[in-house]
């Protein structure tokens, strides 16, 4: 910090005839700083540095304002920096006191040539106390550690005062924390025009010779600043504002200190969650068969997260184990990097990230992520299997890439088969209220799911069938295509063979392949959309007789 050695107390120690033409040097000196001050502003740090492939970055004047404004909050202030958002930084700034009585004048930001550092100002009771202030590093896109490389850091005003108005000795020391999570010390940056020298013994940055020029304050001058860079990745910095001890008192006293770089590879980052896509209904509530979507008492009306292929945890949906997603080209859906497990350290269950450094993409740029699982839980997807994910060199985060799925009794699509016994007539008026009676337990009187008593059937007679298609989603089933085998004697358990009898309800329905009147095999529809939450129904009738010819 600045404070003017008065000549006064020179005077009282040192001869005036002896050190006057030193004292009137000094003078000039200090009128000419005075006068030039413009040429003793900061200088870049020369370790502010980046290879090839990485990204370089410093702080903004706004972000030196918007950490001093969370200080001690303990939330993360996100970093605009100057990277054109190629490095995902955020930092939380706390401090620290070795002694409750620490006077703490001052921790604001000043400017100085249009540029901004932090200003910290103490009164420290003894001078082994301190103030430490630490940056903690975190991806902004992960909400995990970053480990920034170069990392350089700039303080100033670190200078000395010896008089009875004002006694200190700066003494400034820059910690990081590397990937080992060990704690290791910045390497000394020589600035031109510096004063400040780096102590091996002491691990830390300051001025030792008393006819160093006191530092004017808040004006970063280069002859007080003291500049370092951490020749390993870090996480987090600690600047420890503190004193030489060589001096037995430390009264009022001040430094800045500035970020003035750091190195990061740019990533691309791709994640998402595989998720219960079941829109909140509890898995004992689910069932395969349940094709009512509108009375009130169903688990399935008024769903409308159900089967969406979205991603909904106010649902409530959860995320699920068990599914790996894997970076592929789209083209061909080939692995093109490492498959991510959907587990991350803390993460919630069935979150997954991808991280790709931007070197390893060369020139694939058509990225797919594909979705897959072993197993049989939660076989059913309500979203494709692969989702392009609309990449651009320029954008480096990927996120809600979602994949769901549903169990088995979750489905989406359920088909019910009602039938009805008659007399084979010409002509038959399949949606007829009379016969399609809801409830309805006799397949004599009409359409009724109840199943038929075989000794009061004789062959002859027909059976009609309604299979009603009913798409419980809140997606549309596209391709929709429905089939239904005849019986044929000596398949399986039948004992009568079945075949197609007049008449056709719909014709336009049944596709071109589907079994021909009078002949066993199998009923098939044109493909189909069945929109979502609606239903379709087929009819068709069949004659129940022994052997493929009875008429």
Do not use: W
């Not at 202030?77 to 006191?97: C, F, Y």
């Not at 921790?107 to 103490?122: D, P």
């Not at 009164?123 to 902004?140: G, Q």
């Not at 998402?272 to 169903?298: E, H, L, Q, R, W």
């Amino acid at each position: 910090m600045h404070k003017a050695k008065k000549i006064l107390n020179i005077l009282n120690v040192l001869s005036f005839n002896k050190y006057r033409s030193q004292i009137l040097s000094s003078l000039g000196f200090i009128l000419f700083s005075f006068m030039n001050t413009s040429s003793f502003a900061l200088v870049p740090n020369p370790g502010a540095v980046c290879s090839t492939n990485f990204s370089q970055g410093s702080l903004t004047n706004a972000d030196y304002t918007n950490l001093v404004s969370a200080v001690n909050t303990n939330n993360y202030v996100s970093i605009a920096g100057n990277a054109s958002g190629s490095i995902p930084l955020q930092i939380k700034m706390t401090t620290t006191e070795s002694n409750t009585s620490t006077v703490r004048s001052n921790f604001g930001v000043i400017t100085a040539s249009g540029v901004n550092a932090i200003n910290v100002r103490r009164t420290f009771p003894t001078t082994s106390d301190f103030t430490d202030i630490t940056l903690d590093f975190r991806n902004s896109t992960t909400a995990q550690p970053i480990y920034l490389t170069n990392v350089a850091l700039s303080a100033f005003d670190i200078d000395y005062a010896n008089s009875n108005g004002n006694t200190f000795d700066d003494f400034i020391q820059i910690t990081g924390v590397n990937e080992s999570g060990a704690t290791i010390v910045g390497a000394f940056q020589s600035v031109t025009g510096s004063n400040i020298v780096f102590s091996q013994n002491l691990q830390g940055l300051f001025t030792r010779t008393a006819n160093d020029p006191n530092c004017p304050a808040k004006d970063l001058g280069t002859q007080c600043q003291g500049s370092v860079q951490f020749s390993q990745p870090v996480s987090s910095v600690k600047v420890r504002y503190t004193n030489t001890g060589f001096l037995s008192t430390a009264t009022n006293q001040e430094i800045d200190f500035r970020v003035d770089n750091y190195c990061y590879v740019p990533q691309y980052i791709f994640s998402g969650t595989v998720f219960d896509d079941n829109g909140g209904i509890p898995t004992a509530s689910a069932n395969k068969d349940n094709a009512d979507i509108t009375s009130a008492n169903s688990v399935y009306t008024n769903k409308p997260n159900y089967f969406n292929g979205k991603y909904d945890p106010t649902a409530p949906e959860t995320g699920i184990t068990g599914s790996t997603v894997r970076l592929a080209n789209c083209n061909t859906l080939s692995t093109t990097y490492t498959t991510q497990s959907v587990i991350r350290s803390g993460a919630p269950t069935g979150e997954y990230q991808i991280s790709i450094p931007r070197t390893t993409l060369g020139s694939n740029t058509n990225l797919c992520l594909v979705e897959s699982r072993t197993g049989t839980t939660y076989p059913i997807r309500t979203s494709s299997e692969s989702r392009n994910v609309g990449f651009s060199a320029t954008i480096y985060n990927y996120p809600n890439n979602d994949f769901g799925r549903v169990i088995p009794a979750n489905a989406a699509l359920v088909l019910r088969k009602a039938q009805y016994v008659n007399n084979c007539p010409p002509t038959l008026n399949y949606s007829a209220s009379n016969i399609n009676t809801s409830g309805n337990t006799d397949p004599r009187t009409g359409f009724s799911e109840s199943g038929i008593n075989g000794s009061n059937l004789v062959p002859g007679q027909c059976i009609a069938y309604r299979i009603t298609a009913t798409n419980r989603a809140n997606s549309p089933i596209t391709n929709f295509v429905m089939q239904d085998k005849l019986q044929l004697r000596g398949d399986g358990d039948a004992l009568v063979t079945s075949v197609l009898a007049s008449p056709i309800a719909n014709t336009t329905d049944y596709a071109t392949d589907s079994v021909a009147i009078g002949q066993n095999g199998l009923v098939k529809t044109n493909s189909f959309t069945l929109n979502q939450r609606s239903n379709r129904d087929f009819y068709f009738n069949t004659k129940y007789g022994t052997t493929v010819n009875t008429q």
